[in-house]
């Protein structure tokens, strides 16, 4: 399955405290999640004082569920640098590996990396191993039982691995819908002179209640900058991971104008 959590990084040094960050920069430099996660309070076991990085995707649960992921990034990049979370339950599902008691195997083919995951993950508590799928049957229910959010963990999707390559593929299952054009963004650097971006509502009287700023040509955000009036109150097709409680849609983007509606 597709984990739908925060995508971090996790540095490993024997008999040190395991080091979390996110994957993306902030504006002050690296994200650090160590303190918050407790996790300058355990200790790695990975027989080498050299470093090992890997990746995880960090999910955090409530009465056993997983928390969405706009809460566990408002949890993980809260301002309070000394927060930390004792009562929220922490899972690292690691699913690739940069380095190797500081050797370099980001181009290992994915088998062999998955064997040194499950070596780090069986002498460190804090990481686990991501569900596996590998009989025709279970890779079937596994992705019926996503696509009907049956899936305890996820209805984002599936990531498949590829044993003789060194990257997983992810595999998003997004939904389409209509929305309706309200308004203009105009776009930055290169797009300064075109639209950036589609505020939408959901019906053709409502609220704004997002941007869209993706699935656009280079052509069409001219002409959307070029004569907005044509294009304001027309109904759109967009894709989109979920409409979240605000009504804004995750992650939109345009797919084509919705003719008679």
């Known amino acids: 399955p597709k984990y739908d959590g925060a995508a971090n990084v996790i540095v490993l040094k024997n008999r040190k405290h395991p ?3 996110s994957h993306r920069q902030g504006k002050k430099g690296l994200i ?10 355990l200790v790695s076991n990975t027989g080498s004082p050299r470093p090992t990085v890997v990746w995880a995707e960090t999910m955090g649960y409530k009465d056993k569920k997983p928390l969405h992921v706009s809460k566990l990034s408002g949890l993980l990049n809260a301002g309070l640098t000394n927060t930390r979370y004792d009562k929220t339950p922490f899972k690292n599902i690691v699913y690739n590996i940069d380095t190797y008691k500081g050797k370099d195997v980001s181009t290992k083919p994915y088998s062999e990396k998955l064997e040194l995951l499950k070596v780090l993950a069986k002498h460190n508590k804090f990481l686990t191993l991501p569900e596996l799928a590998t009989t025709p049957t279970q890779k079937s229910l596994l992705i019926k039982n996503v696509l009907k959010h049956k899936h305890p963990q996820t209805s984002e999707g599936v990531v498949l ?17 209509v929305v309706y054009v309200k308004g203009f963004k105009s776009g930055k650097g290169k797009f300064s002179k075109s639209t950036g971006g589609i505020e939408y509502s959901h019906t053709p009287n409502g609220p704004i209640v997002g941007i869209i700023g993706g699935g656009f040509t280079e052509e069409l955000r001219q002409h959307l900058y070029d004569k907005p009036e044509k294009f304001k109150n027309k109904a759109i097709l967009v894709k989109a991971q979920e409409r979240l409680s605000s009504g804004a849609l995750r992650a939109p983007i345009f797919l084509d104008f919705v003719e008679n509606q």
């Not at 650090?32 to 309070?41: E, M, S």
């Open 19 to 21: 080091e979390i960050f």
């Open 32 to 41: 650090d999640h160590t303190f918050k996660l407790n996790y300058d309070k």
């Open 161 to 177: 691995y590829d044993l003789h390559k060194p990257l997983p593929l992810k595999s998003k299952f997004d939904k389409e819908f």
